[in-house]
């Protein structure tokens, strides 16, 4: 009889009301072997609990409370507590009810705002803060995706120490003596703290109290992707390090010289909501707020602009010194070529809009170019207006890793703790960190992951999840905002702040305490400080935070500078280059590399799944003789990286772009041994370009895998672009074999609604959010770069890139494509079970039991929106992860066809609410769809076509909106709003008119 059935014999004895029997085989229960071993295997920490003292007691009481079916959380030794399922119903509990809890999702350190939704206690969902004054309801892949690294079963889950488990107790007993042996000598002398950009209020201040305890302590920034940059540019041109913010709101015209206004960051999603707001405020106004950029390599900002040039990093500090030049009443040095035409027309704009422009550039600008920017905008009357600047957001005191390096070489460094960063993976190529960590005597690393550095330290922390921790973060407008627990730590880990105070507190304390006190004010009332903090939890941030505008006196001159040539043309085996590195669109620095969702996310400009790639211009590409997948080498300075050709348009001549995160060295995590490590090939003292590479062909191939290799649209018009202004071309509706739907008993032409969408593609940056958030919505399956080269992938929703134009100064289209839920459906006719059908209300459904997998309605599909599921790939995930899936959606099973449903299970839940509301009608805006809920630019608008006072419906009726393959006449439900342009008639593709 095995310890289970043990229980259940003591439980029927109880139902029973044999209460004299039900205690006297109590204590043989308590003793039996077979009881022990089911304690073990159900309630290990119980178990341990009963190894102690008076076990008889201990295990008496359990089998009783086990026979009842109720077992309260079980402590750990070190008092926190384990998930267990509750007895006793929580107060705000609903089985099965959604539940937001507002919180901050990080980039580098800086907050989006964010509201994590959970169901019987487990986050699923992360939606933007509506409230929050940076975000605004917007997010970014990184966001959607951090729930799935909740639930990660590769994270670390307990402290180890020499590569082996150990407690953090046994962490603790082992600190207290060394701390305080450095804290006596020397005030810390030979302690380096390592961190990445902070720009929590109580960490900085944590910090700088460890710092008063340690005055000889030393703190350094690791930040791979960070915004040195930034700030050393506004040094040089102010003698001080600002954040620099810009107003488009006021601005009629934008310059970006190598910007990054619009790509993936810290500020993709407030800039870019801002840049929508401001466009579309002047599009009412019968203008266009043009953009115009200027840069090396393609971006998402430049893929918006009005007018893109591909240029070197050269030739861009040349443009720039020529705009300053004509601000300041003098004349250019370059005055012809396709170079100067861009450079007249931008400053013809600039110079007609004094004081309501904006010159900006982005964080991996050079230093210099950066500084010029400054002096741009204040030549032409945009600083203080249109540009102002506040006190940088990341605490400033730090020193750089070269001063962490320097010290570890020549043995000064005793002990280096390193919490969230991994420096033996992300640090420059060629500052020798591995090496020279291996003469500290003591090395403390803390992090989610076993990751590089971690495999070269003492002591391995686990770190808590974001989704498990308190604690605060500075958005990049400076707003506090709040991070708080949505579920109990799923293994043993800690925040930062919790280990800096196991390091140095006599009182080891809690994230929640840490809170609090850093929040309360003198003299406040203990109970007053919490109350005011709980307000400001449930609102997930602290009003009026952000930082203040801070006034700057005139920039200083530039300092003279030798021109830089531009790398000498080769005709041998290797070609001199210029280098450009850049953070991976979807897995950032790396850190994010054991995401599967970003993994498989198509990169935006590429659509690269699964590793990186080495992009090339098309120009370069027929010089070299090269084709996709060609395997090439890039080496400088001894160091050297091998990846595959991208032939990428737009990219500028005799430049070459690899990007960050990949080339993991960690065995067991999802992302090792994907891709190329550019770091290694990076230079700590100009970390985004290397002005001299060579180029050489390998002789292999390795052809890279991606969701689209066709990216011109062959003379049709699938992406249009229309003239500000301009009339609605006439349409007539196009006759159709299919009869009218029927009336529903309202006398409404179809049913009660009709659901519909339509989607901005002015507005549409091509980020990739709304992809990831209906992955994460819809219980989409990840099939892997195998499954993904045969063509087998599952994303519901796609974004399709074109180009228009040549191929050396391309524009650049982005295209959302769902399921168009079409009303004159070529599926429904084509499913031979009737598996795809109509609704009341519109929606073209699937009815997943039905469908047989003939794939017929993929063939019938002109748009090939549906996915066939070939394998069972849901089916051996780890039981962590099943956690994360949305119990509202259907798991599907190997063999159906699946697709976009307009997130049918929110509209099932809003028609269930207006139902209790008296059947009251559905308010505009109160279904939100995944992908629209998470758009940083609100691109897509969805509700009711009938209702004519909706959102969408007032879409539906813009001059610019069209239906993608209208020719066909299935008549989607979802359509589109045409892109802008200044002027003339508007144009169709290739130029077309």
């Not at 420059?428 to 992951?449: C, M, N, Q, S, W």
């Not at 959102?951 to 589109?976: K, M």
Request: proline content about 8%; some cysteine; charged content about 20%.
């Amino acid at each position: 009889m095995t310890g289970g059935h043990e229980i259940g014999d003591l439980r029927a004895r109880l139902a029973a009301g044999d209460g004299p029997a039900f205690w006297r085989s109590l204590d043989a229960v308590a003793d039996s072997p077979a009881f022990r071993a089911f304690l073990e295997a159900e309630y290990p920490a119980a178990a341990r609990l009963a190894a102690a003292p008076d076990r008889r007691g201990f295990l008496r009481a359990m089998a009783a409370s086990l026979a009842m079916s109720g077992l309260a959380a079980c402590g750990q030794p070190d008092g926190r507590t384990e998930e267990v399922p509750y007895v006793r119903q929580p107060e705000r509990i609903v089985p099965g009810t959604a539940l937001s809890y507002a919180s901050a999702a990080l980039v580098d350190g800086f907050a989006n705002g964010v509201l994590v939704t959970t169901r019987n206690g487990r986050p699923l969902k992360i939606e933007g803060n509506p409230a929050h004054p940076w975000s605004r309801g917007g997010t970014d892949v990184f966001a959607q995706a951090s729930v799935l690294g909740l639930y990660d079963p590769f994270r670390l889950q307990a402290p180890h120490y020499l590569g082996r488990p150990s407690a953090w107790q046994a962490f603790r007993a082992a600190m207290t003596g060394r701390f305080a042996a450095l804290r006596a000598t020397d005030g810390g002398r030979g302690l380096h703290l390592v961190t990445g950009p902070v720009t929590s209020p109580s960490l900085a201040a944590q910090i700088a109290a460890m710092r008063r305890d340690f005055p000889a302590m030393r703190w350094h920034v690791a930040a791979p992707a960070g915004r040195e940059a930034l700030y050393e540019g506004a040094r040089e041109a102010y003698g001080r390090p600002l954040e620099t913010r810009w107003r488009l709101g006021e601005a009629r015209t934008i310059v970006s010289l190598d910007g990054d206004l619009l790509d993936a960051g810290p500020g993709q999603v407030g800039q870019s909501r801002d840049w929508i707001e401001a466009r579309r405020a002047a599009a009412a106004a019968g203008r266009l707020l043009s953009l115009h950029h200027a840069g090396p390599t393609p971006s998402l900002t430049g893929a918006k602009a009005d007018a893109p040039l591909a240029v070197g990093s050269d030739a861009l500090a040349q443009i720039a010194r020529d705009l300053l030049a004509e601000a300041g009443g003098g004349t250019a040095e370059v005055r012809d070529g396709p170079v100067a035409a861009w450079r007249r027309r931008a400053f013809a704009a600039l110079n007609g809009a004094r004081g309501a422009g904006v010159v900006l550039a982005g964080a991996h600008a050079a230093p210099a170019l950066l500084a010029q920017v400054h002096r741009l905008n204040a030549a032409l009357g945009n600083t203080g207006r249109c540009v102002f600047h506040t006190a940088p957001v990341p605490a400033q005191e730090a020193e750089p890793l070269a001063a962490l390096v320097e010290a570890m070489a020549r043995g000064a460094a005793r002990a280096v703790v390193m919490l969230d960063v991994n420096p033996v993976y992300d640090a420059p190529g060629d500052l020798g960190f591995t090496e020279a960590l291996a003469r500290v005597p003591l090395k403390i690393h803390a992090g989610l992951y076993r990751d590089e550095t971690a495999a070269h330290c003492d002591w391995t922390l686990p770190l808590a999840h974001p989704l498990e921790s308190w604690g605060d973060a500075r958005a990049l407008d400076g707003t506090v905002t709040l991070i708080q627990p949505t579920v109990a730590p799923l293994y043993d880990g800690r925040t930062v702040p919790e280990i800096l105070s196991i390091l140095t507190d006599a009182e080891a304390r809690d994230g929640r305490g840490l809170l609090d006190a850093h929040w309360r004010r003198p003299g406040e009332d203990e109970a007053a400080a919490r109350a005011r903090l709980e307000e400001a939890l449930r609102a997930g941030f602290l009003p009026g935070t952000a930082l203040p505008e801070e006034s700057v006196a005139a920039p200083a001159p530039a300092a003279a500078r030798p021109a830089a040539g531009a790398p000498a043309p080769s005709s041998g085996p290797a070609r001199r280059v210029e280098v450009l590195f850049r953070p991976d669109p979807t897995i950032w620095d790396g850190s994010l590399s054991d995401l599967a969702w970003l993994q498989e996310l198509p990169k935006p400009l590429t659509k690269v799944v699964w590793g990186n790639v080495v992009a090339v211009s098309p120009r370069l590409a027929e010089r070299e003789e090269l084709e996709q997948g060609d395997v090439v080498t890039l080496e400088a300075g001894g160091r050297r990286l091998e990846g595959p050709v991208w032939i990428l348009p737009g990219q500028a001549d005799d430049a070459v772009t690899v990007t960050l995160g990949y080339g993991r060295r960690a065995p067991g995590l999802l992302a090792d041994g994907l891709g190329y490590d550019a770091y290694g090939l990076r230079a700590a003292a100009s970390p985004w370009r290397l002005a001299d590479a060579t180029l050489a062909r390998t002789g292999r191939r390795q052809p890279p895998v991606t969701t689209q290799d066709h990216g011109t649209m062959e003379g049709h018009d699938l992406v249009r672009v229309r003239a500000l202004g301009a009339p609605a071309a006439p349409s007539a509706p196009l006759p159709s074999l299919y009869p009218p739907a029927p009336a529903s008993a309202e006398g409404r032409h179809g049913g009660e609604r009709a659901w519909g969408m339509v989607i901005d593609l002015d507005a549409c940056i091509g980020c990739n959010a709304c992809v990831t958030a209906c992955q994460s919505e819809n219980n989409i399956p990840v099939v892997g770069r195998e499954e993904v080269a045969r063509g087998r992938w599952l994303h519901w929703l796609r974004i399709d890139r074109y180009y228009e134009g040549g191929l050396d100064q391309p524009a650049t289209h982005f295209m959302p494509v769902p399921c168009m839920h079409c009303e004159q459906a070529p599926c429904e006719v084509g499913c031979p079970v009737e598996a795809t059908l109509h609704d009341r209300e519109g929606l073209n459904l699937m009815v997943y039991n039905r469908c047989v997998g003939t794939r017929a309605c993929s063939s019938y599909c002109p748009y090939k929106v549906r996915r066939f599921n070939y394998l069972d790939y849901a089916g051996d995930m780890a039981p962590v992860q099943q956690q994360q899936r949305n119990p509202e959606v259907t798991v599907r099973a190997r063999g159906v066809m699946e697709k976009c449903t307009y997130c049918v299970q929110r509209i099932a839940a809003a028609r269930i609410d207006a139902t209790k509301a008296d059947h009251a009608p559905i308010p505009d805006g109160a279904v939100e769809t995944a992908c629209q809920g998470a758009c940083p630019t609100r691109a897509i608008t969805f509700g009711d076509l009938r209702d004519p006072a909706s959102q969408v419906a007032a879409a539906a009726a813009d001059p610019r909106n069209y239906a993608l393959l209208g020719a066909l006449n299935t008549r989607p439900r979802t359509t589109y709003l045409a892109r802008l342009a200044a002027g003339g008639t508007g144009a169709g593709p290739e130029g077309e008119p």
